[in-house]
């Protein structure tokens, strides 16, 4: 594909217009919620704002049980060399890349992960958003990406800066007619002024898309609603609280001038003629309907979710298995997820393995690589060793080391395991054994 300032200037055009459509996700995670602008404000009243941050927990929630272990490799082939290169180029930063990108993915319905070499001539990964990144596919079934664009501003410098991704080359461009803080007000495309260009080496766009479901939508977007409904109906509640401050005395059969009202009020005494009747006008609140209405819209926010509300009475000796059951609706939702992760994943490996054969000379296949995903719950350590003892004869011991969560790399554990049978077994370990004993 040829590409042209035009195509620049359309991908740059989608660009603008879907971070106006989806910098409202972005508000909503960080808990700039509709509620503050579009409350209902009564004069003379109590007007707070209660703001309740359902996005931020749900999406953080997700992504820690996703992604709160360290993704482990296994090598199909049995190779130790490949995946010994995994944990020494990526140990470092994978763990809190592989999060950032999965949480901006949820917010937006799309991540974007780049890949490029650092100034230290090390592999390396960064998250773009659509918020200032846009890819364009060849719209086949395969979903290729032909070309990537990346709207960046630097420190202490009011240009914005334009950076394009082809197959072999990086375009630098400069936005003329755009300006730093101000790139969501423009109304039309902005001129593009040519700066230069250098060479990359993977021989395909660096830029990965996450999707964050196959319908590529925020991940609680369909909720918004309820979460509006909640804060809404929560401050409406606290400011009816609020006003109780401004109930009205009543006096029957009684008149008092302003002056007398002070002195009650100063002297906390009230004298009234005889039959004259003094009491409180207070409003009267039905808390159970409130209190059901609250308990209904929580409930649907969390069933939507497919989220369990920790904040209940759970039993102190609930089983990880029955845990397990109750994170079901959760676990189908979040097994389309991983799916979605490994394939990102695996691209990575693909470009990560193009840097390696430039660098040394070594040739691996990024489809020899099986990814493990551990979900982080408290573990039955108990039960798992049990099953780990009875599946010994049945599967290799590596894949048996995948399953214990505090594991990250089993074929590292599995390497010092038969070093130290080897040391126990030629009576080099034997001196050291004796003496912890």
Not at 225 to 243: C, H, K, P
Not at 244 to 251: A, G, K, M
Not at 369 to 386: E, S
Not at 391 to 401: A, M, N, W, Y
């Amino acid at each position: 594909m040829e590409i042209t300032e035009s195509i620049i200037l359309e991908c740059l055009n989608e660009l603008n217009q879907a971070a106006l459509t989806k910098q409202k996700y972005s508000d909503y995670y960080n808990g700039n919620h509709s509620i503050l602008k579009d409350y209902a404000m009564q004069e003379s009243r109590s007007n707070r704002k209660l703001i309740f941050n359902f996005p931020r927990k749900f999406v953080d929630n997700e992504v820690g049980y996703i992604l709160g272990k360290p993704v482990n490799y296994v090598s199909k082939s049995d190779n130790d060399a490949v995946v010994h290169k995994l944990d020494l180029n990526m140990s470092h930063w994978e763990k809190e890349h592989n999060i950032n990108l999965r949480k901006q993915s949820e917010i937006f319905g799309e991540s974007y992960e780049l890949n490029y070499i650092d100034s230290d001539g090390q592999f390396a990964s960064t998250v773009l958003t659509p918020l200032n990144a846009y890819v364009l596919e060849d719209g086949t079934a395969d979903r290729n990406v032909l070309l990537a664009i990346h709207k960046f501003t630097k420190r202490f410098d009011e240009k914005v800066y334009l950076d394009v991704y082809t197959d072999n080359e990086i375009l630098h461009y400069e936005l003329k007619g755009d300006k730093k803080n101000t790139q969501s007000k423009q109304s039309k495309s902005p001129e593009i002024q040519y700066i230069g260009k250098h060479d990359h080496i993977f021989g395909r766009v660096p830029v990965i898309s996450c999707p964050a479901n196959t319908e590529r939508k925020c991940g609680f977007q369909d909720v918004i609603s309820l979460f509006d409904a909640y804060n809404a109906l929560n401050s409406d509640l606290v400011n009816e609280i609020a006003d109780h401050r401004n109930s009205y005395l009543v006096i029957e059969n009684a008149k008092l001038e302003e002056e007398d009202l002070l002195k009650m009020k100063k002297m906390g005494i009230i004298q009234v003629p005889v039959g004259g009747k003094v009491t409180w006008l207070i409003k009267e609140i039905n808390d159970s309907f409130v209190k059901n209405e609250l308990d209904n819209l929580e409930h649907k926010i969390y069933d939507m979710m497919d989220q369990v509300n920790f904040n209940e009475n759970w039993a102190s000796n609930t089983s990880s298995l029955a845990l397990r059951n109750k994170l079901l609706n959760l676990e189908n939702r979040v097994a389309i997820r991983e799916a979605m992760m490994e394939k990102v994943i695996k691209n990575r490996l693909r470009n990560f393995f193009t840097y390696l054969q430039k660098k040394e000379g070594v040739q691996y296949d990024f489809r020899d690589i099986a990814v493990k995903f551990t979900r982080n719950l408290p573990t039955d350590l108990v039960g798992l060793a049990d099953v780990i003892v009875k599946l010994q004869d049945v599967c290799s011991k590596e894949t048996l080391l995948t399953l214990l969560p505090f594991v990250e790399n089993p074929k590292l554990e599995l390497n010092k395991y038969l070093a130290e049978q080897q040391r126990l077994g030629d009576g080099t370990g034997d001196s050291t054994h004796a003496k912890q004993k």
